[in-house]
């Protein structure tokens, strides 16, 4: 297995789910059936050792495809390889697999069961990989975790409703990691959390990334928070990936236009008045997507291919990678931004 | 320390909890709930205790004397100090026909209690977390039940088993066929609310998170949702109480019940019944009040549990 | 305590808004909660005032207590409210109904829950646009019909017969800042009303709200938990940790030179775009829980500068620049 082989690597992933209504209603209003394509024909690789970040509003499909990658819905279409291997579907290889990855959840209010106590939620997966000796070395185990994340041992015999949303987002980590998993899926780890106790998860995530060499798909709605913990960062918009660029690329030149106006509607901090474009329109229904490219009603650029013609995702060299037709034409006027985010 | 130790200190830690606790502090407060246990635990007392406290054995027909029989409550003229209120058309002590028949009823009201939450909760759950075919099955099968008075099932199975069985064995295990179709009538309420919650709960993180750690459905049916949607049940559960005791008491007066022998407090009111109109009021008189008392203070307590769960009244 | 309130530029009138001295408290069976406690600013007309802090502040509550909308068993155990110089806070209740909506309007987080489902948009208009004005029912219809234009809806005599549910969710809030300016009020109070909606959309919705407000000569008290919307649309911000106001003062200041540790901490943890830094800022710890508070200083604990004092003795609210802070550090190094 060479070095530059990715750890994690989607082709072509989609999912759709049947939202009609039940199938007695359906015959007597003689309406047809209603799929919802959350997510469709997205590709990307992540590198060992990397975080990548999937931003994007409500209705883009990131959530859904966290939950495709770990295996807790199964892809209507395309499949998923974890170290070469395609863990799409089910079967011993593919739970093997899986078990070196692991999810940390968005509430961590619901992602504890209420009536567990501390040790036995981050044992849970140690017990259910039979990797479980004793119940004494189960609680030494735990306690190294707990003190891993930030909380003491004595934690273990609380219960989660005594911790903080902070807390408790320890405890899920811990968890998490309780198995030695390689890869770990964060889905909006820090969007239920104030701001400063987002830093210290934020802080702590990236300190257990190099002592423990773990991989991060992050998902997020924040770009700010996502361009201080990612190497790269993939957009969506309603089920696709519009552009996939390192972070410094893709904060200094922004190419596909849900890029640039999702730069501008982030809060200037600086208070600096730069000039911003003015955003325009709502999220259309992921049930009635526009046709030719979902972006077009509300993009400055749109011209007839854009209305009929849905863009490919294309690679445009240097790990950029842009799905937008007025993008490739040169339709598109290069912005620099001012000091854009330089992370290596 | 010892093992056993641990667990002692550990009980104690927990009821030094419970006592604290807000649900504990509000019961303490609440003066109706305070009255309606005591009451309720009077009833149940004096059920559980009844062949010890009973001052007659009212079943032992050796010790009835038919000219006993129609003498009023004691502080009444012509009363008898043996019998404190009175006897009924066989001589039989009302006072300790009704401890036993107390005993009686709330024995088949929590054992039905019993099957009817056993069955309903693991429908529920079943139904529930399994979701689609198997829900919708179950739900329809409930839907079908509901339909029917819960009286009319009650009815139906009762019935059906003495057609089934020859009269002498039928006589034998009438409580358990009794049990068994109150139980059965009662299952879907339980089933409904479990279902329910398995719902809201299948669509949390936490559940989400024990599925990606690889437990298997059962495991995570039973071991993380159970737990979290067994609350209201309690709540069903006592209120349901009240509804078998009363259900138990009108498949009794209608004949249908326990066997006339072993008489619960409905049997009771059934033969006083016949008797009120023609002066001998207390036969009926007393075995009804116990039962409206009992079956008050259950749902008094009841009542007060459900405000006292709710998370949005406190 | 120090009877120091911000100051605002000099007005012969007085302030539209002045608190003084708020304290809410909760009466539970351990003992009484204090969630808001000795508070005190003010807010001119047509001014925006952010009122900014994490969950556990007392920032909803001051605002619900400023509404007249505290639910039992919380309540306002001192000090007062002033509306226009007229005292506020201990008005019965239906002297406060008709303040509420008339002069204070309200705007909260959930557009859905703010809405009564069962009503058209243009019923909940009209219903408060005819309970505050003396319009008829039609002068109240085009009334409504123009505000919800004025709020961006398109086809707005259309969409006044729709139902909240067919609105998603930035045309919804786009409703409701509609409804809270409907009654022509001279103070709206905004609880977190862009939280719930997706960035693009607060974008959106921030530039509405600071636009009308600015047409209307309204005031407003923006609570949130986000400092980035304070940049864009406040004039002052309050910054409140434990209950307690921490520092408060004009936005460019508190944001870019903060002197109360806790907000130096916090707008160190928020990360910024266009800063490469290898570790955010982070404050250790967690706000202290309402039973729990420290003495002295609410926030010693977990400040890297605390000293004798601050253990002690509660900080008053010292001038630090053009604004307040409530620390103690103020007080050896005052700004001229």
């Known amino acids: 297995m060479s070095e530059d082989a990715p750890l994690v690597a989607l082709h072509e992933v989609g999912r759709d789910f049947d939202v009609s209504r039940a199938w007695l209603n359906r015959v007597l209003e003689g309406k047809p059936r209603q799929v919802l394509q959350a997510v469709d024909s997205v590709t990307f690789a992540i590198r060992r050792g990397e975080t990548l970040a999937l931003v994007g509003e409500s209705g883009c499909g990131k959530s859904t495809l966290a939950r495709l990658i770990v295996g807790l819905y199964a892809p209507s279409r395309g499949w998923v390889e974890f170290d070469g291997a395609n863990v799409s579907g089910s079967g011993q290889a593919q739970n093997a697999a899986r078990r070196r990855m692991q999810m940390i959840f968005q509430d961590p209010y619901a992602s504890l069961n209420p009536r567990w106590r501390v040790w036995r939620i981050v044992a849970e997966p140690l017990r259910a990989q039979g990797r479980a000796s004793s119940t004494s070395a189960l609680r030494v185990r735990v306690a190294e975790l707990l003190e891993q994340v930030g909380l003491s041992a004595e934690d273990g015999d609380k219960y989660p409703h005594e911790f903080s949303g902070g807390q408790r987002q320890r405890i899920c980590i811990a968890r998490a990691l309780s198995t030695q998993p390689e890869f770990l899926v964060c889905d909006e780890p820090t969007s239920a959390l104030d701001v400063s106790v987002q830093a210290q998860i934020l802080n702590l995530m990236k300190e257990l990334q190099e002592r423990l060499g773990l991989t991060y798909l992050f998902i997020s709605h924040n770009l700010a928070v996502v361009a201080y913990i990612a190497r790269r960062i993939g957009v969506m918009y309603l089920g696709r990936l519009v552009e996939l660029a390192d972070t410094a690329t893709l904060l200094a030149r922004p190419?596909?236009?849900?890029?640039?106006?999702?730069?501008?509607?982030?809060?200037?901090?600086?208070?600096?008045?730069r000039p911003r474009t003015p955003v325009a329109g709502e999220v259309p229904n992921p049930l009635a997507p526009p046709a030719g490219c979902t972006f077009h009603p509300r993009c400055p650029h749109a011209d007839q291919r854009c209305r009929?013609?849905?863009?490919?995702?294309?690679?445009?060299?240097?790990?950029?990678?842009?799905?937008?037709?007025?993008?490739?034409?040169?339709?598109?006027?290069?912005?620099?931004?001012?000091?854009?985010?330089?992370?290596? | 320390m010892s093992k056993s130790a641990q667990v002692a200190g550990r009980l104690g830690d927990a009821v030094l909890r419970a006592w604290d606790s807000d649900i504990v502090f509000g019961f303490r407060h609440s003066p109706v709930a305070i009255g309606a246990a005591l009451v309720a635990l009077i009833c149940v007392g004096g059920a559980v205790l009844a062949p010890w406290i009973a001052p007659h054995n009212p079943f032992d027909l050796a010790s009835v004397d038919l000219l006993d029989a129609f003498a009023p409550p004691a502080w009444q003229a012509g009363g008898k100090r043996a019998f404190l209120l009175g006897t009924d058309d066989q001589g039989r002590d009302?006072?300790?026909?009704?401890?036993?028949?107390?005993?009686?009823?709330?024995?088949?009201?929590?054992?039905?209690?019993?099957?009817?939450?056993?069955?309903?909760?693991?429908?529920?759950?079943?139904?529930?977390?399994?979701?689609?075919?198997?829900?919708?099955?179950?739900?329809?099968?409930?839907d079908i039940q509901l339909s029917f008075p819960a009286i009319l099932v009650a009815l139906l199975i009762d019935g059906l088993a003495r057609v089934a069985l020859p009269a002498t064995r039928h006589a034998d295990i009438a409580v358990l066929v009794l049990v068994l179709a109150i139980g059965v009538s009662g299952w879907v309420q339980y089933a409904r609310t479990v279902r329910g919650s398995t719902l809201v709960e299948k669509s949390k993180e936490y559940v989400q998170a024990a599925r990606v750690i690889g437990r298997r459905p059962v495991a995570i049916a039973v071991q993380h949702v159970l737990p979290n949607v067994l609350g209201p049940v309690l709540v069903i559960a006592t209120i349901h109480l009240a509804t078998a005791i009363i259900t138990e008491a009108t498949l009794s007066f209608l004949g249908v019940g326990v066997p006339p022998t072993t008489p619960s407090l409905g049997t009771l009111i059934r033969v006083g019944n016949d008797y009120l109109?023609?002066?001998?009021?207390?036969?009926?008189?007393?075995?009804g009040v116990t039962l409206v008392v009992l079956v008050l203070s259950v749902n008094l307590l009841g009542d007060w549990l459900r405000d006292a769960l709710n998370p949005k009244l406190r | 305590m120090s009877e120091h309130l911000a100051s605002p530029p000099r007005h012969a009138r007085p302030a539209l808004l002045g608190v003084k001295h708020l304290r809410v408290e909760f009466p539970t069976r351990r003992g009484t909660l204090t969630a808001v406690d000795d508070v005190s600013f003010e807010i001119e007309r047509g001014e925006v005032l952010g009122v900014v802090g994490e969950s556990g502040a007392g920032k909803s509550l001051t605002g619900l207590a400023i509404i007249g909308l505290l639910e039992r068993p919380g309540r306002i155990a001192g000090g007062e409210i002033h509306l226009d110089g007229q005292r506020i806070d201990n008005l019965p209740p239906e002297a406060l109904r008709r303040i509420r909506g008339r002069r204070i309007g309200a705007i909260f987080q959930d557009p859905l829950t703010s809405l009564n489902p069962l009503y058209t948009i243009g019923?909940?208009?009209?219903?408060?646009?005819?309970?505050?004005?003396?319009?008829?029912?039609?002068?109240?219809?085009?009334?409504?019909?123009?505000?919800?234009?004025?709020?961006?809806?398109p086809a707005p005599d259309q969409r006044m017969d729709h139902y909240p549910h067919q609105f998603s969710g930035g045309m919804r809030q786009r409703a409701v800042i509609a409804l809270a300016l409907c009654a022509r009020p001279e103070l709206i109070v905004a609880d977190e009303p862009t939280t719930a909606l997706?960035?693009?959309?607060?974008?959106?919705?921030i530039g509405l709200l600071k636009r009308l407000c600015r047409e209307h000569g309204t005031a407003v008290m923006l609570i949130t938990h986000d400092m980035g919307v304070i940049a864009e649309t406040a004039d002052r911000v309050a910054v409140m940790y434990a209950g307690r106001l921490a520092e408060i003062g004009p936005t460019r200041e508190v944001i870019h030179a903060p002197r109360h540790p806790y907000t130096v901490g916090l707008m160190g943890s928020i990360p910024k775009l266009g800063e490469a830094r290898e570790r955010l800022v982070q404050i250790d710890g967690a706000m202290p829980r309402l039973n729990a508070i420290p003495t002295g200083c609410a926030f010693h604990p977990r400040c890297p500068r605390q000293f004798e004092r601050c253990t002690q003795q509660r900080p008053a609210l010292l001038p630090a620049g053009p604004g307040h802070a409530a620390c103690w550090l103020l007080e050896a190094t005052r700004d001229v």
């Open chain 3, 123 to 153: 019923r909940h208009l009209i219903e408060t646009i005819c309970t505050h004005l003396p319009l008829s029912r039609q002068q109240a219809r085009e009334r409504a019909i123009a505000l919800l234009a004025e709020t961006g809806i």
């Open chain 2, 277 to 287: 109109f023609s002066g001998e009021w207390w036969i009926a008189l007393f075995p």
């Open chain 3, 198 to 205: 997706d960035v693009s959309i607060q974008a959106q919705i």
């Open chain 1, 255 to 273: 190419l596909h236009p849900y890029t640039r106006m999702l730069l501008d509607a982030v809060p200037d901090l600086a208070m600096s008045a």
């Open chain 1, 308 to 344: 009929e013609e849905q863009p490919q995702l294309t690679n445009l060299g240097a790990g950029e990678w842009v799905a937008c037709h007025a993008v490739e034409e040169g339709r598109v006027p290069r912005r620099e931004r001012p000091a854009g985010g330089a992370r290596a």
């Open chain 2, 94 to 142: 009302m006072l300790s026909a009704i401890l036993y028949g107390a005993r009686i009823s709330l024995g088949v009201g929590v054992a039905s209690v019993l099957l009817a939450m056993l069955l309903g909760v693991s429908l529920g759950l079943l139904a529930g977390y399994a979701g689609g075919r198997v829900d919708a099955f179950l739900m329809r099968l409930a």
